[in-house]
């Protein structure tokens, strides 16, 4: 009988080891390994798992994600992440300390990690990774984050703010007779035209009012199509979400856009609200979401009349007005027609 007692005492006591250990030998800091997340200046709290590595917290990303309630998807073949408001803000993968903030890239301190079926990150990477400071209380098992920084241009940029180099290919804008034979009119690529897309006003470029009037017609032919954050390409997903749908639109046409809102944001011209014009794209924060008002969260083409088409959850692809909130979270626009 005390030969049977010792016996299950030390498989008792080698269970409670191997629960404690988790993927790549992270170790819990508790037997609840519970702890709580919040952001700074806001008594809202979260309860996430954690793991500790040589004296480093990490947490899930999804939970972290959660505290800033953003979207995040996680891609299960290349463990690749994205979270943000309504297209990927930020971009990590499992195993690579490089990670991109809209179509900048950053390196990170320590690689996220899988650990069991989660994508965790290291305090420090997200750190990193959102531009604030993270916080480990370790008296009150606390997380700490303070809000992400305004990285962005000021939200009335001066006249001279400068635009990226816009890349345009000549295509056959007529092509298609519907939306999924799209991809059928990006083959002629005829590389850069090297057009530097300086700042503006506004008031003395007008857009190409037919052009526009050919991009708005084509991207009115999505209507309704659904919304997916992170959507992967049209042909493959059939599915948008605010900057794919950007980026698919003007593809047709030839025109080369990046895959975030905060990057198309300094694309083409500046264009200030007063001056909006069909066929420039609209850009918008997220209340809230940021230190400031005045980090891109979202992008919408501008169709005139006081409207724009968009898309950022349901009914998908949709017109909206730019009355109400919508006027009033419009940071700028760029042109690029």
């Known amino acids: 009988m005390k030969r049977y007692l010792i016996v299950t005492a030390m498989a008792m006591l080698l269970a409670s080891c191997s629960s404690n250990e988790q993927a790549n030998g992270v170790k819990t800091n508790s037997a609840s390994n519970v702890v709580k997340l919040r952001t700074e200046g806001n008594a809202q709290v979260f309860k996430s798992e954690h793991w500790l590595d040589k004296g480093k917290v990490w947490i899930p990303a999804e ?11 996680l891609k299960e073949g290349n463990h690749m992440a994205a979270m943000g408001y309504s297209d990927p803000l930020y971009v990590f993968t499992a195993d690579s300390k490089q990670a991109k903030i809209g179509e900048d890239s950053v390196i990170l301190s320590e690689a996220p990690r899988m650990i069991g079926q989660s994508l965790c990150l290291e305090l420090g990477s997200l750190s990193q990774l959102l531009q604030t400071p993270v916080k480990w209380d370790g008296k009150h098992q606390t997380v700490v984050v303070g809000p992400p920084k305004n990285r962005d241009p000021q939200r009335t940029p001066a006249v001279g703010m400068p635009g990226s180099t816009l890349r345009t290919r000549s295509v056959d804008s007529n092509s298609a ?13 005829n590389g850069d035209t090297g057009t530097n897309a300086g700042s503006d006003t506004g008031t003395s470029d007008n857009a190409d009012t037919a052009k526009a009037d050919e991009v708005i017609a084509y991207a009115e032919r999505y209507m309704d199509t659904p919304y997916k954050f992170d959507a992967a390409p049209y ?5 948008f979400d605010c900057s794919s749908f950007m980026q698919h639109v003007f593809d047709h046409f030839g025109i080369d856009l990046p895959r975030s809102s905060k990057a198309q944001s300094k694309i083409g011209k500046y264009v200030t609200r007063n001056n909006l014009q069909k066929g420039d794209i609209v850009f918008f924060y997220t209340p809230g979401r940021y230190s400031s008002n005045e980090i891109v969260g979202h992008v919408g083409l501008y169709i005139g009349n006081n409207k724009v088409i968009q898309t950022y959850g349901d009914p998908g692809v949709t017109i909206t007005s730019l009355e109400g909130n919508w006027d009033k979270r419009i940071l700028w626009a760029r042109r690029v027609l």
């Open 235 to 239: 042909e493959q997903s059939h599915k």
């Open 63 to 73: 939970r972290a994600a959660a505290l800033l309630n953003y979207r995040y998807a």
């Open 177 to 189: 007779d519907n939306p999924d034979n799209a991809a059928n009119d990006n083959n002629a690529d």
